[in-house]
Structure formats: C-alpha cells, structure tokens
C-alpha cells in the first residue's frame, strides 16, 4: 500500500493525503498561464471595475486567453488574494491607495497598466448645491486612507471647508481648518456610502459605486473630479511577474479599442479610460 501510494503521489494521481494537499497534476502545473487548462485568475470590485474587466476578458479571448474573474465586495480583500497567490493579478486600486497598502502591510506589487478613472463626486438627494448644506449637516465618506482623504479634497475644492495648506490624499478630518458650518463628517466603508444616501445630507461616492446606484456624477454631481485626477486605477501585479507576458497582455487589453468604446458608451463620462 506504502508503495502504491508513492506511485501516485510521483505521477502527479493523488489529490490530497492527511498531511494536505499535494502538488497539482504534472499537466496543470505546466499549462501556461492564461489558458483553459491554467485561466489567468484576475480579482476585481463588483460593478464598474467587473463590467469593464468582462469586456477586457471578451477581448483577450479572441487571442485564445482565458480568464477567471473573481468579485469583491470590498477594497481590502483583492489585495490579500493577490499576496496569498490566489490571483495572478487584481485590476481595481489606483496608485495612492496601491502605495498605501503597500505601506501598511508590506505587500510587493507594481502595476504594469492602467484601467480606468471611475469619477468621485459629491451627491446629496436632499440639497441641490454644497452651499445649500445647513448647519451641522451630515457627510459621508469613505473610511480607507486614500479615497477619504480624496473625498475631503473634493469638498475643500467645492467650498464646503478649507483643509491646512499642503495637505493631499492623505488629509484626514484632523486637517479641516476652517469648518463654518460644522459640517459632520461620517467615515463609511466605500461600498455602502451609496446605499446610506438617504441618511446623510450629502455623499462623496467613487463611480465604481455611484452608477450602478442610478447616480451619474456629471449630471447629478453636487462637486466631481476632473479628468486630471491622479485616481485612475490600475492593473496590478506581483513584483515578480511583472514582465511576463500574460501581464503586458492583460494591461494591453484596456487599451483595446472595443474597450475604450464600450466605456464612453456604457458610462456616459461617469467613467474614463485610462488606458
């Protein structure tokens, strides 16, 4: 028995043992990635990011490249796949928010592409300007470091408050200096900002987020983002797989012009591709 379980386990047969999982199948382990025998494995939020990423997926298959997506339903967790090995690449971060990741949990990604802008803006279903905003109103944004300091950069723009001279993404409620209508700030997690529209006064909501909400920035926008934003998000990878040809594949097809067309089509300027 001793011996026929060796056998086994050298021709790639057994699966597991009670030790755990044992090496994939000879075959598998050599299919290259990105074909159906070895799918590139892609992570991405759900929504925006997802619907673009499938339109890249239709495009690369042409070319006989195959993709697995995977959707989250936040920002952390595409990270954390990424680092376990259980994707080849995440495709849905821009670069402060990548760099601040990379700081606080020593991750060691580079991105080899970029995506797209998915537009922030600043939406209110009870005023229809930031001035209109009274006293002590409520505003929601996001609680990750980099998209709450966008968001609070997005309504010193609008002349909500003043933030200290020299702040950036990294501005957090501590640099508001001059507040004249005590407005609140509520930090949510990205996702469910739209959702708790109705129980604020006003929302900075990322487009990723905003337009499968029925909110379209450039129409509805109480403030929004130009199309200099440094946010546009990106194509990333591990350190070690960043020249392999599969990424420079996966990067070259949002830049595919198919692609390009379906996102001014699909997002009317709520979202821009960056490729």
Not at 63 to 76: A, K, N, Q, S
Not at 187 to 207: F, K, M, N, P, W
Request: neutral net charge; glycine residues 10%.
């Amino acid at each position: 028995m001793q011996r026929r379980s060796l056998l086994l386990a050298a021709s790639g047969g057994l699966l597991a043992t009670a030790g755990g999982l044992l090496p994939r199948p000879l075959h598998a382990q050599a299919a290259a990635i990105g074909t159906a025998a070895r799918p590139l494995r892609v992570g991405v939020t759900s929504g925006v990011h997802a619907q673009v990423l499938e339109r890249v997926r239709d495009v690369l298959a042409k070319d006989g490249v195959t993709l697995h997506i995977t959707e989250f339903g936040d920002f952390i967790q595409p990270n954390a796949a990424l680092a376990a090995g259980d994707l080849d690449a995440n495709v849905y971060q821009h670069q402060p928010f990548l760099d601040a990741q990379k700081a606080q949990r020593g991750y060691d990604f580079v991105a080899v592409g970029k995506t797209v802008l998915t537009v922030m803006a600043v939406f209110s279903r009870k005023h229809k300007t930031l001035a209109e905003l009274p006293q002590g109103a409520r505003v929601a944004i996001p609680n990750d470091p980099t998209n709450g300091g966008r968001a609070l950069l997005l309504l010193a723009q609008g002349g909500a408050f003043t933030l200290r001279p020299g702040v950036d993404f990294r501005a957090t409620v501590a640099d508001i200096a001059e507040n004249p209508k005590r407005l609140r700030i509520v930090e949510l997690e990205a996702a469910q900002i739209a959702r708790s529209l109705d129980d604020v006064d006003a929302a900075a909501i990322t487009g990723n987020y905003a337009v499968p909400a029925g909110l379209n920035p450039l129409k509805d926008g109480l403030a929004v983002e130009g199309a200099d934003s440094v946010y546009t998000c990106l194509v990333v990878v591990q350190r070690r797989d960043a020249e392999t040809p599969w990424a420079k594949r996966l990067a070259a097809g949002y830049a595919d012009p198919t692609v390009k067309e379906f996102v001014a089509r699909e997002f009317g300027g709520a979202v821009i591709s960056g490729a």
